[in-house]
């Protein structure tokens, strides 16, 4: 979020773009492979993002601080690398804090208007350290139950730790802000991401556990995944908790209403990732080896799509809808006036005309993406896309399903 993102904010100005589609924001850890879609908390930020260069201008960092920057690969990132650089500076930022350095009333401010999710969250990491990075269901049965009297203790005893974790929550925002203002002084949006599911091993779960499917011993019942397709003969099995619709509709949508407003603190418009469980979810028994067990369960999208209207009525909600859709999903989007995605990529095949994706194909209420948001990468540096492209560094438009003569033909209309 320090001047390179400043930057590239100049670069999609001066190219005459208008948006800027990121990856979900949230914290990310070496355990899931560093996915934003497997996080601790789908309200918090994620503290690696924060700018050193920037803390230095808050006189939280001396220059100094900075001299001995590891050399970090210029393809990739190497986040164990990255986590253990800024560990020491973040402490170091903090430990100024505490000294009287920085933003205090801000902070105090921050934290009173985050009280929801904020200490529960910041917490939740210092136990997670506190126990080796053991999975919440395995700690202690009074800290697991969140019995108050067994977490008064705790967060007596962590105390300095809880504060850091509120502390980088803090200057994440107080960083992220000013950036998504000079975005906006130049005509640009942002369009956030939001999974549609959150991890078991979250602070959303431990604290909220009334809202997810989880058995009296706080398991999950049933988890989330997709059918076999063509990309699995076995589907997806991702393991995420499913919702207590129930309980959900009892509370009116609010933690949905909330998460919504947290994300749209940071964004102009939020995609939902795999809108489709919104409306139907495939429910797979929990300890299934694979998703092929599993049966589609309706979700009540409509119910909880006009509490998000009443509350944002401009509806500024992006369906991701690629992969099959089904009539019942088509529908919603369009009760609501729900923009779905199209991917550019996925464009330039012999069908065009059949081809959804490609732009002479498009509807109204369509959002274009030149990409998807993850493309795997194999070892030779390729990125394959399953019975399409392989994009390399050179050679985008080879592969099988994709002509070069019609991506140039269809290219040259667009412009």
């Known amino acids: ?138 700690w202690p049965e009074e800290i697991r139950y969140c019995r108050p009297d067994a977490l008064d203790v ?21 960083q992220w802000l000013p950036l998504r203002a000079y975005c906006s002084e130049q005509g640009i949006r942002i369009i956030g991401d939001m999974p549609i599911y959150v991890d078991y091993d979250s602070a959303d779960v431990w604290t909220h556990p009334e ?48 998460r919504l407003e947290r994300a749209l603190t940071f964004s102009d418009y939020v995609r939902i990732d795999h809108f489709r469980g919104l409306v139907a979810c495939w429910e797979v028994p929990a300890g299934a080896d694979t998703a092929i067990r599993g049966q589609w369960v309706p979700a009540p999208a409509e119910e909880l799509l006009s509490a998000v209207k009443v509350r944002f009525p401009k509806m500024p909600v992006i369906a991701e809808d690629l992969g099959i859709i089904t009539p019942d999903v088509r529908e919603i989007m369009t009760k609501f006036n729900l923009p779905g995605m199209r991917v550019l990529l996925f464009a330039f095949t012999d069908d065009l005309a059949g081809n959804p994706h490609a732009p002479i194909t498009f509807r109204k209420m369509s959002s274009c993406t030149p990409v998807p948001m993850i493309i795997p990468r194999y070892g030779d540096g390729s990125r394959q896309l399953p019975g399409r492209l392989i994009v390399s560094g050179s050679d985008s438009t080879s592969g099988p399903g994709c002509r070069p003569e019609i991506c140039r033909k269809h290219l040259s209309g667009l412009r």
């Open 1 to 138: 979020m320090g001047p390179a993102a400043y930057r590239f904010a100049d670069f999609l100005a001066r190219a005459r773009q208008k948006y800027w589609q990121i990856l979900p924001l949230n914290p990310t850890s070496t355990g899931h492979d560093n996915s934003p879609y497997n996080s601790f908390s789908a309200f918090a930020a994620n503290p690696l993002l924060i700018s050193p260069e920037l803390l230095v201008r808050e006189g939280l960092l001396n220059q100094e601080d900075l001299a001995s920057v590891p050399e970090f690969p210029e393809d990739s990132v190497d986040y164990t690398k990255v986590e253990r650089f800024k560990k020491v500076l973040f402490t170091h930022a903090c430990e100024q804090f505490r000294h009287g350095r920085g933003d205090h009333a801000g902070y105090d401010r921050f934290c009173r208007e985050n009280a929801g999710w904020l200490s529960d969250f910041a917490l939740f990491v210092a136990l997670h350290r506190k126990f080796h990075d053991r999975t919440w269901a395995d």
């Open 154 to 174: 705790e967060r007596t005893e962590l105390a300095k730790e809880i504060e850091q974790e509120q502390f980088l929550q803090f200057q994440f925002q107080s």
């Open 211 to 258: 809202l997810f499917r989880l058995d009296t011993g706080l398991r999950p019942v049933v988890v989330a995944g997709v059918p076999p397709d063509y990309f699995s003969a076995t589907g997806q099995l991702w393991r995420n908790p499913l919702y207590a619709w129930d309980e959900h509709r009892r509370t009116g949508f609010s933690w949905w209403i909330r």
